[in-house]
């Protein structure tokens, strides 16, 4: 018998938000619009910490990024080192932000994640498992939500939130913690006012209605997915009674210079408002930067666009939390499907390379200013401390706060763990 459970593998804006029609029997419905707004408290950042991951689409090369080799002749490329404020480590020039930061972030340079295919490389760097068809396992930022998102009792918003992309679903822990999807950072959240044309009036009645329909279909043990949505729309009512929450899916308000040092893109903007988002409590947010699959022309893609924006809003988003004092309680993490080929292709790009490569960890107690592993002088083999995704896993879950032996049971009574045979990597925890 299959352990399979359909599930969505993101939750839209549409999704979650379209059916304002939506059952609402954890809130009253005369409360459904304005009345939480006058009264609504302030959410309390508490002990559960939260995670950020900077989710590079498409494959980053650790050739041009994190780990040049310009003394080699055949796969070095244009791209020359610096220096950073972490002692002995250099890296692409084209990063000379994120280069001051670095004292607040780790290195690894010795990743293998043996994936090469786009799909199930985000589904692996995502879940620390292979692919199966037997099972849909939880990306462990919707882990972390399923395990500290409940603590943050106050808290209107998702536990979960993905920016510029779906983000990778809950999977067998269900819909209810799937992130909520933000397409554009830079317009504005749908649905989170009334329908025109709908009165206060009309929606109590169609919420009662609703919550008939709701209780009577619940009540008949159709399975946890029916719970799941009732879950998602008590959410959503709450989500537009809130005025601070709305206040966090949105960026008007900020200032004119702390828009400008994020950068104005959809990545720079997905990044401060991820700040935003951990600052209010949310436990996962994911910001995605796409592009990154550079079979062609790669160079001037990377110099001219990817890297510029990359370094406005990694660089401004640590010095950011930092200065708030909210680094120490969020862990951030920078990693793509997998890296790309040390050769460079006739096409002046490079291809697919989940072999040996690197990701960036930082934040929530990780070590910053270490280098972890290396390859050799041409970057194609790894020549000290293998990493794999897992152990990436569990570096992030001790850092989280999280027992390592963190164990569910599928639907089908199947066991499995969040961390399964990874291991911390102890230059950083």
Not at 33 to 50: D, F, H, M, Q, T
Not at 81 to 95: D, F, L, V, Y
Not at 299 to 322: C, H, I, Q, Y
């Amino acid at each position: 018998m299959s352990d399979h459970l359909f599930v969505p593998s993101g939750m839209s804006r549409r999704h979650f938000m379209g059916h304002l029609a939506a059952s609402a029997m954890a809130v009253p419905a005369a409360h459904l619009i304005g009345a939480l707004e006058a009264n609504a408290a302030s959410p309390v950042r508490s002990k559960p910490k939260s995670c950020i991951l900077l989710w590079m689409a498409g494959g980053p090369s650790h050739m041009d990024t994190w780990n040049l080799k310009p003394d080699s002749e055949k796969n070095g490329g244009p791209f020359k080192p610096i220096a950073t404020s972490a002692n002995g480590i250099s890296i692409c020039e084209h990063m000379p932000n994120i280069a001051k930061q670095m004292k607040h972030l780790s290195v690894i340079r010795s990743l293998n994640s043996k994936e090469g295919n786009h799909d199930r490389g985000t589904y692996m760097l995502h879940t620390g498992y292979t692919p199966n068809p037997t099972v849909v396992h939880p990306s462990f930022g919707t882990s972390f939500a399923y395990e500290l998102g409940p603590k943050h009792e106050g808290l209107a918003l998702p536990h979960a939130i993905s920016i510029n992309g779906p983000g990778v679903g809950a999977g067998f822990l269900g819909m209810a913690y799937s992130p909520f999807v933000v397409q554009n950072p830079n317009g504005k959240v749908a649905n989170l006012e009334p329908p025109t044309g709908v009165d206060e009036s009309r929606m109590v009645r169609r919420l009662s209605m609703l919550n008939l329909v709701e209780k009577n279909f619940i009540s008949q043990r159709r399975g946890q997915g029916s719970a799941d949505h009732n879950a998602v729309y008590n959410k959503t009512v709450r989500m537009m009674n809130d005025r601070k929450t709305k206040a966090s899916l949105s960026l008007d308000s900020e200032p004119k210079e702390v828009r400008d040092l994020y950068g104005r893109g959809s990545f720079g903007s997905g990044c401060l408002m991820a700040r935003k988002l951990v600052e209010m409590g949310v436990t996962f947010v994911e910001v995605s930067l796409g592009g990154w699959d550079t079979h062609a022309g790669a160079f001037d893609t990377l110099s001219n666009r990817l890297l510029p924006e990359l370094d406005k809003g990694m660089s401004a988003l640590v010095a950011d939390l930092d200065q708030r004092g909210l680094l120490d309680d969020t862990v951030i993490a920078w990693m793509g499907d997998f890296g790309r080929t040390p050769r460079i292709n006739q096409d002046a790009g490079r291809d697919h390379w989940p072999r040996s490569w690197s990701m960036v960890l930082g934040g929530g107690g990780i070590r910053g200013g270490q280098a972890v592993g290396d390859t050799d002088k041409d970057g194609i083999d790894i020549t000290d401390k293998p990493v794999a995704p897992m152990d990436v896993i569990a570096t992030m879950t001790k850092a989280m706060g999280l027992d390592l032996g963190t164990q569910w049971t599928t639907p089908r009574g199947r066991p499995i763990k969040l961390v399964d045979a990874g291991t911390p990597i102890k230059e950083l925890i």
